[in-house]
Each structure stands twice: as C-alpha cells, then as structure tokens.
C-alpha cells in the first residue's frame, strides 16, 4: 500500500449551479475524490459552492476564495483540483492566488491516462489529448510552468513538453497525427481481415470500474489489468471467446467512459473506440453496485450515440450481483441479464444469453456432409452454432442442423449439401 507520506496532498473545490441537483453534484464530487485517488492524490477536504452560474474569472466567488485561501494556509496542499474545466484566464487568476499547483478535472483525466497507458497508440493519443489541452493555456500560465515539477497532472508528456513556445507545440501535435494514421491503418487491415473471415464480433462497453476487464478476463481467460480503480484498462485488448456450441467470437475490452469526459479525450480515443463500430454485438456492462448506476448507464448511451454506434445489437450485463445496490431495478430499454463476473454460473449463463442473441443475427441451416468432408465438419463446430450432428453409417453421412450468418464465406459451401 501507497505510504501517506508519497502521496500528495489535494484540496477539492467544485461549483454546484443551478443546473445541477445535489445528489449528481454530491456524486461528482465523489468521482473526483476517486479519481485523485486513482491518481496517487490524498484528498485533505473538500470545499463547494453553490451559484447561479461558475464565476467566469475565478470560477467560485471573492467570498470562497478567501475561505480557500485560508484552508491552503492552514493545511498546506501541494494541489488544488477544480471539478470542472477551467478556462485559460481562470486558472492564471487562481494560480495567481495561491502557492499550491491549480488543475483542473481534466488535467487530472490527462493524467491517469498518462499512467494507464501501456501501448505507443494509447501513449501517443494521451500525449495528443494533453498538448491539445495545452495549446490555449500556455499564454495564460508562461513563467509558472517552467516551474512544474513531477505530479499530478504533470505526468506523461508534460514536463518535456510544457516549456516549448506554441509553434513547437503544433509541430509536434501534426507529428503525433502521422503517427496515429499510420497506426489506425495497420488496425483497419486487420480489422478487414477479420472482417473477411466474418469472424463474430462483440465489444465490452460501459462506465468506468463497473467490472469490464474482470468479466471480459473470466470470459476469455486472458489477463489484462484489473483493478478497483478508474481508467485500469487503457489499450483495446481482443481475444478469441468460445460461446457453449464451440461457436468461436471475438471480444474487445475497451476503455471505460466517464461522465464529462474531456472532449479532447473523447476526440483522441475516438480511433479507440471504432472498435465498438465494427462489433456485432455489445455487452454494455453496468455496476449495479453503484447508486449512481443510472447516471452510469446514461452517460454511456450518450457516449454511444456520440460515436454514432448506438444503432447496434446490445446486452446490458448488470454486474456485481453480490453487491447490488437496495434501490437497484433494472432501467435499460435493451437485452438484460444480472450477474456477478467472479460466478461461473452467471458467467455460462452470460454466454447462453449472447449465443441466443448470435443466433437471432443468423440464418438456419439443414445440411447432409460426407463423412470425407473433415475440414467443412470441423468448419461447422467452429464458425457456425452447431446444434445437431448426426451419422448414418449407411448412407456415411453426417445430417447437421445448426445456424450461420447469410454472407458467411462457409454459407456458399452449405448449398451444395442442403437437404
């Protein structure tokens, strides 16, 4: 466990207007205490304001920046975090009141993106998002910024990259660009051979830290990070998932969606995300654990739409069955099921369920296959639901019923043996 004395002290401000109810801003607030958290931040207090509108030069009133002033003196933060986005002159007004380091909500983002990333794709992107976040705000911040040390919402390509003037900046930004095409292109191909080899795709989606790298680890075996915290998985990871009729799909885990998440994130992860656009199916997983799971649900959908992939077949696995919130009942207008990742039970029930859904997406097939046809039989058990295999000795023959998609490369090999 993380010693008290490695972690650096943070003071959270945050602004409740008059659009905002309690209960969402008392949740957001919590988010963003676990994202410090997350971050390696410790969290010493809290202070917030309510006001018609965030002050456009301060973001909270004279009156609270007082009160700040003296909690910063009394408690010696080395951050104070503000649970918005603040503009270029608010954060050079604010920095100008206090000797603690002022960010704000998604700088802190920035940052634990920066940890997370384990790939040159999600490093790149990372670094993209943050120089584009970056560019407005150098005028504002000038002669403080040559002073950043390491920390909160310094990491990644932050501290090298703080002191260039903006044409440096922009360069480098066009550079990263390159970079990303050439890598998205490499993903396209591969993304089209599976595509050709009409490989039956499903894509884990939904809000952070409700349980997708656990669930999608128990369903593939694989061993990607799991870990009680916001933003575990960064990279795409896709594996191959046997559904109980052997039928072989794959399935992608992707990075968990935040409410307000930076739109320069939601920009630099977009190529990310297309892995949602070419699923057949997505798992939406929802942590029925959380009292805010609601809010959790529409944020995703709205992310959905955003990436215009909203239109497609969905499950919604609500997860942490072993946990569920008392005021829990299910609100998602799609397929559910309710489970818990850690039961092998539920998890065979999970894969019953999307087998179901697989076949709804297919056409049934009724076919006679000589017993000589060993690679068209092994084909059947493997990229069609086989659901029943018969031999008449007499006539040495296999009967096969079963279910297979109409533009399916094996499909045109069927006809020939159709009964």
Known sequence: ME?????????????????????????SMEELASLTDTAKGQVLISLSQKRDRVHPATYIG??????LKNLAEELEPDIIIFNDELSPSQIRNLSREFDARVIDRTQL?????????????????????????????????????????????TRGPGETKLESDRRHIRRRIDDIKVQLKVIVGHRDRYRERRKKNKAFQIAIVGYTNAGKSTLFNRLTEADTLEENQLFATLDPTTRKMILPSGFTSLITDTVGFLQDLPTTLIAAFRSTLEEVNEANLLLHVVDCSNPDYFQHEKTVQQLLEELENE????????????AMHHDFVPTAKTETIVISAFEQEDRQRLKQKIEELVIGLMESYYVHVPATEGKLLSQLKNETILRELVFDEEKQMYSCKGFAYADQQIAGQLKKFSV
Do not use: W
């Open 62 to 67: 004279k009156g609270k920046i007082e009160e």
């Open 109 to 153: 983002i920035l940052d634990i993106f920066a940890q997370r990333a384990q790939s040159k794709e999600g490093k790149l992107q990372v670094e993209l998002a943050q120089l584009q976040y970056m560019l407005p705000r150098l005028v504002g911040q000038g002669t403080q910024l040559s002073r950043l040390g390491a920390g909160i919402g």
């Open 311 to 322: 239109h497609l077949p969905q499950l919604t696995v609500y997860n942490k069955r072993d």
């Open 3 to 27: 010693r008290q004395a490695d972690l650096e002290k943070v003071i959270l401000v945050g602004c409740q207007t008059a659009m905002v109810d309690d209960l969402h801003f008392q949740y």
